[in-house]
């Protein structure tokens, strides 16, 4: 049986790129030294694309595969892929729902509890043998997070998992988004500015794209404040980055704990600097356990699309 031809935007996993070869002709376009002529070498034969919902697969891209049937997307964000032009293609896309969202839920209360305890500076603090010099009790203390009030922003199953983990932190959860949710337990705030305003840390877990781009603004952050902390793992793009840079360089907001940035791998260089930042390199879902469940996904879906014209899990 002749093998489907897909494109393959991204590394993934070493399991589902083995995975991948095993049932597909993959065309590896990151390893293209000249991506255009690759592109027009592969394009008439490409029938399915993996990619990431952040690195995406633009409309000219895919204007470029006239018999591109399908996208897989690696993650469950879908921002940089066209949903449109695959719409309009009739172009079947799929994500990785539900296998991550623990994950990501459990790596935001790791970045709120390193930026609120300052635990990677107060690690540097040991390395640079300053715990030595200074001796014990010196290094500066930090603050609870028991009792303090979190703000969520986009309750869909990262942002619900996420709150669950902050009742058992003894915090007080409220949250915003566009339209109130029927049965969630916890109350709804319909101005970010307010929400920003009554909380201590205020943590994205909302999709990226533009319905969302810049909704974290200067006035957010401002009311947010010197005793606030923001913490990102949604997507850089739902911050308004200079912005953001700005408050923590005048102290108009008190600290941030990033996971994703405007520009990844890009991160503002100021904040390499900042001593109130804590900075990952985007890897809230990255254990082994969940991108191999990510990647079998992927795999599942492209296979299950070339089987039966069907998704497991499709992007509507
Ligand atoms: C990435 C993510 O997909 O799920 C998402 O939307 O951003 C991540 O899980 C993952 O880092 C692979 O790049």
């Known amino acids: 049986m002749i093998k489907p031809e897909i494109l393959l935007a991204v590394p993934l996993i070493e399991n589902a790129m083995a995975a991948l070869d095993a049932q597909f002709t993959v065309h590896r376009l990151w390893e293209a030294a000249d991506r255009d002529a690759f592109i027009t070498s592969v394009a008439p034969r490409v029938r399915g ?3 990431t919902g952040a690195t995406g697969l633009t409309a000219d891209l895919i204007m470029r595969l006239p018999n591109l049937e399908v996208v897989a997307s690696y993650g469950v964000g ?8 695959c719409r309009q293609r009739g172009i079947g896309v799929s994500n990785t729902p539900d ?7 459990d790596f935001a209360m790791a970045l709120l509890l390193a930026g609120a305890r300052r635990i990677p500076q107060a690690d540097a603090y ?16 930090t603050h609870r997070v028991r009792g303090k009030k979190v703000g969520i922003v986009g309750l869909g199953q990262i942002g619900q998992a996420f709150a669950t983990l ?46 969302t781009a810049g909704l974290v603004d200067a006035a957010v952050l401002k ?6 902390m923001l913490v990102n793992v949604a997507r850089g793009s739902v911050v308004d980055e200079a912005a953001l840079v700005a408050a923590l360089a005048d102290g108009t907001l008190g600290a941030a704990a990033l996971d994703v940035y405007a520009d990844e791998p890009n991160v503002p260089p100021p904040l390499l600097a900042m001593d ?5 390199p985007h890897v809230a ?4 356990q969940t991108r191999g469940a990510m990647g079998q996904l992927v795999v599942d879906n492209l296979k299950s699309w070339f089987a039966h014209r069907k998704l497991l899990t499709p992007v509507t």
């Open 49 to 51: 694309a993996a990619t």
């Open 223 to 228: 009311a947010l404040g010197i005793k606030g």
């Open 78 to 85: 879908t921002d940089a892929i066209d949903l449109a032009t």
């Open 285 to 288: 879902s990255g254990t082994v």
């Open 126 to 141: 040991v390395r640079r043998g300053d715990y030595r010099r200074d001796g014990k009790d010196q290094y500066p203390l």
């Open 99 to 105: 296998v991550l969202t623990a994950e990501v839920a």
């Open 166 to 211: 902050c009742l058992a932190f003894g915090m007080e959860v409220a949250w915003y988004g566009p339209r109130p949710k029927p049965g969630v337990p916890y109350r709804h705030v319909d101005d970010l500015v307010r929400l920003a305003s009554e909380v201590d840390y205020l943590v994205l877990t909302c999709k990226g794209g533009a319905e």
């Open 276 to 280: 109130n930042v804590v900075l990952q």
